[in-house]
């Protein structure tokens, strides 16, 4: 029975990149892919011609697999899936709604399947129903978010799914994380916030420098009142935001109207006071723009150092 999330996906390393919402393009993915990662495009407010656009694409930049991730509040969540299913990458995560009635579809075309939970009741599910593998994801991390930190999660989850890989997802950044996660019994983890400062991520400039100035405290949860939390960084519009949250006066469907195509804004077209500049908490290790290739070679080198010193601990 595979433990990892290497074994399950053919990958050299046991990191997989996040699905982040006008993101991650096939370029990300194919860099992570080709650096021993699994890369990932997100289709988080795309049309099906872009997907199918990008899985193409990515297969002309690597050999390696690389997945997909699809949101299941997406009005056209079932035209995308028949996309993925004709177009095949390796492997789906999937978020944001209940993912097991797509599983018989995606199991038919040969496509391994990577649920993402927020916590041990749908872990379970997923597990039962012929998930590959699945990606708990702690409030620490970008974007949406669940009420569980990554800790709670690793110490919860790992235990009672023991059939399929848990990787981890929400504050990873670097390779004591990696190792952290590894100890505790995860077959991997998923970085989304980490490649933003990537060279070959496509978000735009502006975004990539407000999070290198980022400090670690920076992050804000908006949408805790409207059943949907979302984690980026403290700017005019996310503490306005809040601020009009917790005042009560504002009706929801005005304060749904103010969040819609805020991430585009930021991570597009790169206004990141008045956009909405998705991003987990841990921010201090995003210290300049390198290749994917460096980023995980540096963060499996320090993964191995920190495994090799905790054997020598003595209690």
């Known amino acids: 029975m595979a433990k990892y999330i290497t074994e399950v996906l053919g990958i050299k390393y046991p990191i997989i990149q996040g699905g982040m919402a006008w993101?991650?393009?096939?370029?990300?993915?194919a860099a992570v892919s080709n650096a021993g990662g699994a890369g990932i495009i997100s289709c988080g407010g795309r049309t099906t011609e872009?997907?199918?656009?990008e899985i193409r694409k990515a297969k002309q930049l690597t050999d390696k697999p690389f997945g997909v991730n699809v949101m299941l509040m997406a009005p056209n969540k079932d035209e995308i899936v028949d996309v993925i299913c004709e177009e095949k990458p390796a492997f789906v995560t999937l978020g944001a709604g209940n993912p097991v009635p797509y599983f018989p579809k995606f199991k038919e075309a040969g496509i391994k399947i990577i649920?993402?939970?927020?916590?041990?009741?749908?872990a379970k599910r997923v597990a039962a129903a012929?998930?590959?593998?699945?990606v708990a994801e702690?409030?620490?991390?970008?974007?949406?978010?669940?009420v569980l930190t990554t800790m709670a999660l690793m110490t919860q989850v790992i235990p009672v799914v023991d059939n399929i890989p848990v990787i981890m997802a929400g504050g990873f950044?670097?390779?004591?994380?990696?190792?952290?996660?590894?100890?505790?019994?995860?077959?991997?983890?998923?970085m989304g916030t980490r490649f933003l400062v990537a060279k070959e991520c496509g978000v735009h400039p502006n975004m990539k420098a407000k999070l290198i100035e980022a400090i670690d405290t920076d992050t804000?949860?908006?949408?805790?009142?409207?059943?949907?939390?979302?984690?980026g960084l403290k700017n005019k519009f996310s503490v306005d935001f809040v601020q009009k949250e917790n005042e009560g006066k504002t009706p929801k469907e005005e304060l749904l109207r103010?969040?819609?195509?805020?991430?585009?804004?930021?991570?597009?077209e790169g206004d990141v006071e008045n956009g909405m500049v998705q991003a987990g908490q841990s921010l201090t290790l995003l210290q300049k723009e390198e290749p994917v290739k460096d980023i995980i070679e540096n963060i499996m080198t320090q993964a191995r150092e920190t495994l090799e010193n905790a054997s020598k601990i003595k209690i």
Request: neutral net charge.
């Open 23 to 29: 993101v991650s393009d096939a370029n990300l993915a």
């Open 50 to 53: 872009y997907v199918r656009e």
């Open 115 to 122: 649920p993402v939970i927020p916590n041990v009741k749908l």
């Open 130 to 134: 012929g998930a590959d593998a699945l």
């Open 138 to 146: 702690g409030m620490e991390a970008g974007g949406h978010i669940g």
């Open 173 to 190: 950044a670097d390779g004591r994380g990696l190792a952290a996660a590894l100890l505790m019994g995860a077959g991997g983890i998923q």
């Open 220 to 231: 804000i949860v908006t949408g805790l009142t409207l059943g949907g939390a979302v984690r």
């Open 258 to 268: 103010m969040a819609t195509g805020t991430n585009k804004l930021a991570a597009v």
